[in-house]
């Protein structure tokens, strides 16, 4: 087993920026893909961006140009920079890890294993 521990979250105006970190810890090694998802009330958690042991990544469309993810498999650890926020990007961002092995980058919640208790973030207008 693996835990997942966010930080980073809180307010930002638009156009402003947030940086989210998530720590692993417990069963790390056979860890692959770790990955950002987030959700609104009432919405299905949704992908953001993933990044594979071997520096592979991918994002979704809303963050692409704006959101850049990166990963130090030394320390456990993956980062979610987030540039030119939009009130939209408010959301309960969720970081999540998978040991399973796919042909592409895992963009769905149900292809990761391991998650954290999300941090907030909130953009106003």
């Known amino acids: 087993q693996a835990q997942l521990v966010e930080s980073g979250g809180g307010f930002a105006q638009t156009g402003g920026s947030l940086r989210l970190s998530c720590a692993a810890s417990?069963?790390?090694?056979?860890?692959?893909?770790m990955g950002w998802f987030r959700q609104t009330p009432g919405k299905e958690r949704e992908f953001v961006a993933a990044i594979t042991r071997r520096g592979r990544s991918d994002y979704a469309d809303s963050a692409k140009g704006r959101f850049t993810i990166s990963r130090d498999n030394a320390k456990n650890t993956v980062s979610l920079q987030m540039n030119s926020l939009k009130p939209e990007d408010t959301a309960k961002y969720y970081c999540a890890a998978g040991w399973r092995m796919w042909d592409d980058v895992p963009s769905h919640r149900t292809e990761y294993d391991y998650w954290g208790q999300g941090t907030q973030v909130t953009v106003s207008s």
């Open positions: 417990g069963r790390t090694d056979n860890i692959n893909a």
